[in-house]
């Protein structure tokens, strides 16, 4: 190791980190990004947002998503295949071997930062158990090992009795080991030990003995091994590994699915399709590609899809993924707020993409997605107590959506635990003679630029205040370029590409000043300042961006958006949530356009958070069909990622400023005026009542109920009446997306009510129907009823779901 001549311990490991990430390795090509990222481990964070939030990912997040590891079964599934133990597979999907290797990523990239001999010892201990389950050609994917122990019995359908013939579909056998690479590498780097690194080397050698060109022809149904690869390569110097992350690239369609992004070769793709995480992970390994063997190709493929996702297909919190039934991409413009996917998964794949680019092109829009994506849509994935994670994050919600304490497809939990401490890493990046800055966030930072080794610092109060000190100390002075990004926010723009903008220009000046005095004569180039000098120790730059309350506007194509505000301030956008506003009720709410905003930092609310101010008024539709307007009242907005902290409720982040784009609240009709009950209680039960119409049968714009994933059997809901009510029809709204979906409309239904004590059919004027995409009504007889049950008999092989459940 070449870097002994510094003397802190730190900055040794610094080295040794940068080394192993963009190694001198006598085997590899020098080829790679012309910018190189500074490691998280070369930066100490020394901020109030950012630091504590890692601590807790250290404490909270890493030990609870291994306890889950160890009581779902996902451990024993490794220590079944290695005949520490006797059973069948232990778990739900064939994937779940995958999280154990993320949060074994993620205890490496924490250890760094907090050295833990315990969590050290848990990791040898659990890598050992990974090893046995190793089969001695390299194989590993405990589902089949266990299966064949068992004769067969117990492998996943979605595996063929043949290894890796089904991965092009679901087996995931690929995708597993892509994560295994990526865990292999982090554990080496932060340990030293070649434990991990050693089963990953003998599985990638497997791998690339089984596929080529002439052999296995099969591309993987879940990318990420594209990633783990490029990985591999680097850290071992070993070009094989490399040429077969390109493989998997090049052999992937045409004539698949776009569901995997195989629709047509990946080089040829301008679009963003399909699946979202799967998306970002591949286009993540493109540009690994294209920035390693300067593969022009890729990049156009890549620079295509970019504009294609942020000029029509991301969320104003930087969320993709608009749709549940494909968990990914919908058509452009098409991005429904209460039902928005924008897994939390798909957010750190983005992240990883929008560096990537980055790295390649060295242009400040790539870090303003990535910043915009961290404050927002990735953060919303974690609570503030570092234990309960959303897998969607939707920008709209009745009270349906909670966090949850894990997942039986546990994703996006694992990967919060990887994503989260290496949020350092971010923050800089260098070429020979360039100094990045590209995020605010305090820290103390120790970087090679060139051959001179640079200590910076930040001071900041980001997110919440614009202010900026950076202080410069280089071990000798020296000419070099610090390049500081200007945030997309900070110019007028919302979002690159124009389908987010600011109402108003705001034109106060940011202000830069080097030691005291104004900097003059700054270039600009690429949404970089660039202040070019000779630096010397205690050189000190200190920025102003100005952070006034911003109001936000969709392209008029997001048709969800026409009439509503996002309101935003620096990279944080804000949402009204239950909690803060007298009623609970904030979906009805329409907010003043011209009554102003006050902003204030509240220390107590949230681990301190900067609230803003406005005042709006309630609304409410009558029984004639009219909305009313409600009183005037004071409005409180809070940074969205915090929603869903103090419990389950309503929450907009879009908000209406007429009142034809609110909800209203609804008319206390006879289903209002009910308690519902139904065969399957949950929060989505409030949708059948809410008077929201759907457009059609798969409008994800309107929340809806559903009895997925039962299916071939009866379910009901039922509605029981303060007090006997004459009634005489009903009308239902049946939710349906199929065949892709898991729901379709029902084989039949019925309608019952309760006479007395008994439950009588009413008798109809007409047959019952059965249709998409319209309302269902059934005129009967009148009754005077109790109570009244809609019966929905479930198709053999979909579930159903109902929007809207009428009663006159
Ligand atoms: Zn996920």
């Not at 001695?136 to 994917?141: A, C, H, Q, S, V």
């Not at 968990?327 to 983005?350: H, K, Q, R």
């Not at 940011?510 to 630096?535: M, Q």
Request: hydrophobic content about 40%.
């Amino acid at each position: 190791m070449n870097f002994m001549r510094i003397s802190n311990n730190h900055l040794v490991v610094i080295a040794a980190g940068f080394l192993l990430i963009y190694g001198c390795s006598k085997n590899s090509s020098s080829a790679d990004y012309p910018i190189h990222p500074v490691p998280f481990t070369a930066v100490k964070l020394t901020d109030n947002f950012w630091a504590p939030r890692i601590k807790k990912n250290a404490t909270v997040t890493i030990p609870i998503a291994f306890g889950y590891c160890e009581s779902t079964g996902r451990v024993k599934n490794f220590e079944i295949a290695g005949g520490l133990d006797t059973g069948k597979f232990q778990t739900i999907y064939p994937f779940d071997d995958s999280d154990v290797y993320k949060i074994i990523e993620g205890a490496s990239f924490s250890l760094q930062t907090y050295p833990d001999p315990k969590l050290e010892a848990y990791l040898d201990t659990l890598i050992w158990k990974i090893g046995l389950a190793q089969e001695d050609d390299g194989y590993l994917y405990t589902n089949r090992t266990i299966a064949e122990m068992h004769g067969g019995l117990g492998l996943h359908n979605w595996a063929s009795i043949n290894r890796w013939e089904l991965d092009s579909i679901l087996s995931h056998e690929l995708y597993n080991l892509g994560h295994l690479y990526e865990a292999a590498v982090a554990h080496y780097q932060a340990t030293g030990k070649r434990t991990l690194l050693d089963i990953a080397i003998k599985s990638a050698d497997l791998v690339n003995r089984d596929f080529g060109w002439d052999r296995e022809k099969v591309y993987p149904g879940h990318q990420v091994i594209e990633m783990g690869l490029v990985k591999l390569y680097r850290t071992t110097g070993e070009r094989k590994y490399l040429d077969l992350a390109r493989f998997f690239l090049d052999v992937r369609g045409p004539k698949g699915q776009p569901y995997n992004q195989a629709q047509i070769k990946p080089v040829d793709q301008t679009e963003a399709v399909g699946h979202a995480v799967r998306a970002t992970y591949m286009y993540s390994g493109m540009a690994d590609i294209a920035a390693i063997e300067n593969d022009d190709g890729y990049l156009n493929a890549i620079t295509k899809i970019w504009e294609d996702i942020v000029y029509s297909k991301m969320y104003i919190t930087g969320g993709i993924g608009a749709t549940g039934g494909n968990e990914g991409f919908a058509d452009p413009f098409v991005l429904p707020n209460m039902s928005a996917y924008c897994e939390t998964c798909a957010s750190i794949g983005d992240i990883f993409t929008n560096e990537r680019l980055f790295l390649l092109h060295g242009q400040a829009k790539y870090i303003d997605i990535l910043e915009k994506t961290l404050y927002n849509a990735m953060l919303s994935g974690v609570s503030l107590s570092a234990d309960r994670f959303f897998y969607p994050n939707p920008l709209e919600s009745e009270g349906q959506h909670e966090r949850s304490a894990w997942f039986g497809c546990a994703c996006c939990p694992s990967n919060i635990a990887r994503f989260v401490p290496a949020i350092p890493g971010y923050i800089y990046a260098v070429t020979g003679k360039e100094l990045y800055v590209n995020l605010f966030i305090s820290n103390d930072a120790n970087i090679e630029v060139g051959s001179n080794m640079i200590n910076i610092s930040q001071k900041a109060d980001f997110p919440w205040d614009g202010k900026v000190e950076i202080s410069v100390n280089p071990e000798k002075n020296e000419k070099f370029d610090l390049k500081i990004r200007i945030p997309g926010w900070a110019m007028n723009e919302a979002l690159p590409g124009g389908l987010y903008k600011f109402k108003d220009q705001n034109n106060e000046p940011i202000k830069i000043l080097i030691n005291g005095k104004v900097l003059e004569n700054t270039t600009s180039v690429d949404g970089y300042a660039i202040i070019s000098r000779n630096w010397k120790s205690g050189d000190r730059v200190e920025i102003d961006f100005p952070m006034p309350v911003r109001t936000v506007v969709a392209d008029e194509r997001v048709k969800e958006d026409i009439d509503k505000i996002a309101i935003q301030r620096g990279p944080v956008i804000y949402c009204a949530e239950w909690p803060d506003n007298n009623s609970g009720n904030i979906l009805n709410l329409v907010v003043k356009s011209d009554a102003g905003f006050t902003t204030e930092y509240v220390p107590s609310l949230l681990g301190g958070a900067q609230v803003i101010r406005t005042s709006g008024f309630q609304t409410k539709k009558a029984l004639n069909g009219e909305i009313e307007k409600l009183n005037e009242e004071a409005l409180t907005l809070i940074p969205y990622a915090l929603w869903n902290n103090r419990g389950a409720g309503q929450m907009m982040v879009w908000l209406p400023v007429s009142p034809l784009s609110a909800r209203p609240l609804p008319a206390p009709t006879i289903a209002r005026r009910s308690k519902i009950r139904a065969s399957k209680m949950t929060n989505a039960i409030k949708a059948v009542n809410d008077q929201f119409e759907p457009e059609s049968s798969n409008d994800h714009s309107v929340s809806y109920y559903h009895w997925w994933p039962d299916k071939d059997k009866w379910e009901w809901i039922e509605y029981d009446f303060v007090k006997p009510e004459p009634i005489s029809k009903v009308m239902v709204y049946w939710f349906d997306d199929g065949p892709e979906g898991g729901c379709k409309i029902p084989d039949e239904w019925e309608i019952l009510y309760l006479n007395g004590n008994i439950w009588e059919p009413v008798k109809g004027k007409s047959p019952y129907k059965v249709t998409k995409d319209s309302w269902d009504s059934l005129s009967f007889i009148p009754v005077k009823a109790s109570a009244i049950k809609i019966k929905v008999k479930l198709n053999k092989d979909y579930s159903s779901g109902i929007y809207e459940w009428v009663v006159e």
